[in-house]
């Protein structure tokens, strides 16, 4: 399995298209460079010593091997 990190960018909101609500999403940079978001939601479950991983949105459709992408909670402020 390899892991990779991502590091804390911004927060944003966006429109969810099914409710019009407006979604919190953290926006990550990947170490490739590459940018992703993820729902605030999501992160708020998790505690500051477990560290989310989730799986590599870069990694390609069908990975050699198992890529998961490790985010750092202790965002700078």
């Given at each position: 399995m390899?892991i990779?990190?991502?590091?804390f960018?911004k927060?944003?909101k966006?429109?969810?298209?099914d409710?019009?609500?407006?979604?919190?999403?953290?926006v990550?940079?990947h170490q490739?460079g590459?940018l992703?978001a993820?729902?605030?939601?999501?992160?708020d479950?998790?505690?500051?010593s477990?560290?989310?991983r989730i799986?590599?949105p870069?990694?390609?459709?069908?990975?050699?091997?198992e890529t998961i992408?490790?985010?750092?909670?202790?965002?700078?402020e």
């Amino acid at each position: 399995m390899l892991i990779t990190k991502a590091v804390f960018v911004k927060e944003i909101k966006v429109e969810d298209s099914d409710t019009n609500v407006l979604i919190e999403m953290e926006v990550w940079k990947h170490q490739n460079g590459g940018l992703f978001a993820i729902d605030s939601s999501f992160l708020d479950q998790c505690t500051d010593s477990e560290c989310p991983r989730i799986n590599d949105p870069f990694a390609g459709q069908y990975p050699e091997e198992e890529t998961i992408v490790k985010i750092d909670l202790n965002m700078p402020e």
